[in-house]
């Protein structure tokens, strides 16, 4: 009899949520109701990654780059992260959920920083998905920001630079702790990774889609896993 190969679920899974404003303009929407849409789809994807299995979920809600949008497009999606955060509060109690941000968040408005510090504050305990949401965030600021905390520990005599392991380097990133993404998914149909978790998806599978981002579902997410099982991964050996 043919052996079985087993199903892998990824443990994490990292995705960039890409279309959201073609997706309002195919419908002849402003940009934003595409935002709108597209964080639905993320709370719900949440849930549906839980019960595929996944353990821990990232998603890439702003980029440090995001900030050259025309203001009130950065206002929407400020508004929308920041009723999320809110939401989260109470909603993490019941959901289970350990919600982290990662990015430089002092650039966020204090109130948005506050709901962010206490949303990680009251579900830090809670172990359902492990959901992380890129704000602000920049993979090569993530790693320049790492390393001046390491310069200064290094300085302060608390770290020996020679002896440093890519392990203890790791601990010094937003995203500390947690496991690498075993898959990153982009939909909308661009390649490329855009200075997301670029440390991080050193090894990870990657999975393009045509589908735009607000359309994305269970039923894709798990085209993306199908899509997963079917890579062999040797992480450098043969
Ligand atoms: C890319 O689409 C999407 C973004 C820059 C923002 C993504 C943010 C959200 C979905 C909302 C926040 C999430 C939560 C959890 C509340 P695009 O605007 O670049 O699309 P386009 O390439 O079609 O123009």
Known sequence: MAEQKEYRVPQHVAIIMDGNGRWAKKRFLPRNAGHAQGSRVAEQICED????GIKYLTIYAFSTENWVRPKEEVDALMNLLRKYMKDSIERSGKNNMRVRVIGDIRRLDEDLQQS???LEE????NTGLC???AINYGGRDEILRAAKRMA???ADGKICPEELTEEQFYGYFDTEGIPYPDLMIR?????????FLPWQLAYSE??????????????ELQKAIEYYNHRDRRFGGV
């Open 49 to 52: 990654a839980y019960n595929l």
């Open 187 to 195: 939909t909308s149909g661009e390649c490329r990774t855009s200075n």
């Open 131 to 133: 959901f992380q949401v």
């Open 152 to 154: 200064r520990d290094a």
């Open 206 to 219: 990657f999975y393009f889609t045509d589908v735009l981002w607000p359309d994305f579902n269970k039923k």
């Open 116 to 118: 962010i510090r206490r």
């Open 122 to 125: 009251v579900s830090a305990d």
